[in-house]
């Protein structure tokens, strides 16, 4: 299962980067973005670093001048090239950093025969985390695409037509509830541990925010009307200029990873921030469900596009769950470091690899980030 877990996440990858050229590959279009060589080369690292290197006798780096270009945030791993630069690093090549996957795959084969328990729970995170670079590498490079006044495609195929069941809300009792990962299987250190949640009676969507109800928020003012929204949100409209989610057209599409096409208004609404998930839930007579709202109820009957469209913004803090303890070791870094000023996402999007995602899974972003597969469902 771990061999061909490992296989197909690492075949996926390259999948993923076989469209783009070597100079698409090399942009980044924002500090909080990575070019896809970069998600490349730093998803091989972590294996190099973390499994192959104190698990594999007389494995030989790659190349002891790249940790330092490929490491990300691990401050117990050595110094690191700066996060909004990576877009400078021509070198290595595009050629260069798939032979650097090789080297490294190679040497995976090698070690999963002889692996110990430890050197094989840590390849399984590292396909997990590499699931996660996969999706950042399509938003990452969707953002730099929007960024170029052709508007190219990342691939040329028509969206596919979403057909939502009508809004109904569904109705949770409330009480008290197990919160988290607890069974069998994987789960990030920061789904757990599994506690109790008391929770009051609540009713939440059946299904997503559409773009033809988000649109009838815009039409309505909800940009001009700062009543509507949290300060911060205000702020950043006003500084940012934000009209519209973020790759809506002035021309009324929508520019996504098929380029421009027309706006579909059955299509769950994306691309939108914290503040303006509040503001149209604020509009709406309605809000964002807490995350244990979210993962309580989304075993309900009839909960739908829980985890194959959009993101899911919430209106609970990234914070530790009760009793959480980060790691020993590098590992540790992982998540619990960035508990704090972001806000916790559910479900899964359109991006989300096919068996990433779970009920409990807690994605977690900046309240002003818009460059995602971020949507709405309300809540009351």
């Given at each position: 299962m771990l061999t061909e877990l490992l296989r197909a996440?690492?075949?996926?990858?390259?999948?993923?980067?076989?469209?783009?050229?070597?100079?698409?590959?090399?942009?980044?279009?924002?500090?909080?973005?990575?070019?896809?060589?970069?998600?490349?080369?730093?998803?091989?690292?972590?294996?190099?670093?973390?499994?192959?290197?104190?698990?594999?006798?007389?494995?030989?780096?790659?190349?002891?001048?790249?940790?330092?270009?490929?490491?990300?945030?691990?401050?117990s791993l050595g110094p690191r090239h700066a996060r909004p630069q990576r877009g400078l690093l021509s070198r290595p090549t595009l050629a260069e950093v798939k032979a650097y996957r090789a080297h490294v795959d190679a040497a995976l084969w090698d070690l999963l025969p002889q692996a110990p328990a430890e050197a094989l729970a840590l390849i399984e995170l590292g396909c997990h985390h590499e699931q996660q670079h996969q999706e950042l590498l399509l938003t990452d490079i969707l953002h730099a695409f929007s960024c170029n006044p052709l508007l190219p495609a990342y691939y040329t195929r028509a969206p596919a037509r979403v057909y939502p069941p009508a809004q109904a809300w569904l109705r949770h009792d409330g009480g008290i509830n197990d919160i988290g990962h607890g069974g069998a299987g994987f789960a990030f250190d920061n789904e757990g541990p599994r506690h109790a949640a008391l929770l009051a009676p609540f009713e939440i969507s059946n299904r997503l925010v559409t773009c033809g109800e988000y649109a009838d928020f815009i039409e309505a003012g909800g940009y001009r009307e700062p009543l509507l929204w949290l300060s911060d949100g205000w702020a950043a409209v006003q500084a940012q200029g934000w009209q519209r989610p973020a790759y809506w057209l002035e021309d009324g599409q929508v520019f996504g990873l098929q380029g421009p096409h027309?706006?579909?208004?059955?299509?769950?609404?994306?691309?939108?921030?914290?503040?303006?998930?509040?503001?149209?839930?604020?509009?709406?007579?309605?809000?964002?469900?807490?995350?244990?709202?979210?993962?309580?109820?989304?075993?309900?009957?009839?909960?739908?596009?829980?985890?194959?469209?959009?993101?899911?913004?919430?209106?609970?803090?990234?914070?530790?769950?009760?009793?959480?303890?980060?790691?020993?070791?590098a590992v540790g870094e992982y998540n619990g470091k960035f508990m704090v000023g972001q806000q916790v996402l559910r479900g899964g999007s359109l991006a989300t690899p096919a068996g990433h995602a779970r009920p409990t899974y807690r994605n977690f972003f900046p309240p002003a980030a818009r460059w995602q597969f971020s949507g709405v469902r309300l809540a009351r």
């Amino acid at each position: 299962m771990l061999t061909e877990l490992l296989r197909a996440t690492r075949a996926h990858s390259l999948a993923l980067a076989a469209p783009l050229t070597a100079e698409d590959a090399q942009l980044q279009s924002m500090p909080d973005a990575s070019p896809a060589k970069w998600h490349l080369a730093h998803t091989t690292w972590f294996f190099e670093t973390l499994v192959l290197t104190p698990y594999l006798n007389g494995y030989r780096v790659f190349d002891e001048r790249w940790p330092r270009l490929f490491n990300s945030y691990y401050e117990s791993l050595g110094p690191r090239h700066a996060r909004p630069q990576r877009g400078l690093l021509s070198r290595p090549t595009l050629a260069e950093v798939k032979a650097y996957r090789a080297h490294v795959d190679a040497a995976l084969w090698d070690l999963l025969p002889q692996a110990p328990a430890e050197a094989l729970a840590l390849i399984e995170l590292g396909c997990h985390h590499e699931q996660q670079h996969q999706e950042l590498l399509l938003t990452d490079i969707l953002h730099a695409f929007s960024c170029n006044p052709l508007l190219p495609a990342y691939y040329t195929r028509a969206p596919a037509r979403v057909y939502p069941p009508a809004q109904a809300w569904l109705r949770h009792d409330g009480g008290i509830n197990d919160i988290g990962h607890g069974g069998a299987g994987f789960a990030f250190d920061n789904e757990g541990p599994r506690h109790a949640a008391l929770l009051a009676p609540f009713e939440i969507s059946n299904r997503l925010v559409t773009c033809g109800e988000y649109a009838d928020f815009i039409e309505a003012g909800g940009y001009r009307e700062p009543l509507l929204w949290l300060s911060d949100g205000w702020a950043a409209v006003q500084a940012q200029g934000w009209q519209r989610p973020a790759y809506w057209l002035e021309d009324g599409q929508v520019f996504g990873l098929q380029g421009p096409h027309p706006m579909d208004p059955d299509a769950p609404v994306m691309q939108l921030s914290f503040y303006e998930a509040c503001a149209y839930a604020e509009w709406a007579g309605a809000r964002l469900p807490t995350e244990f709202e979210w993962e309580t109820a989304c075993g309900l009957p009839g909960f739908a596009q829980a985890a194959d469209q959009a993101w899911q913004w919430t209106r609970s803090s990234y914070a530790p769950y009760p009793g959480f303890k980060p790691a020993a070791g590098a590992v540790g870094e992982y998540n619990g470091k960035f508990m704090v000023g972001q806000q916790v996402l559910r479900g899964g999007s359109l991006a989300t690899p096919a068996g990433h995602a779970r009920p409990t899974y807690r994605n977690f972003f900046p309240p002003a980030a818009r460059w995602q597969f971020s949507g709405v469902r309300l809540a009351r």
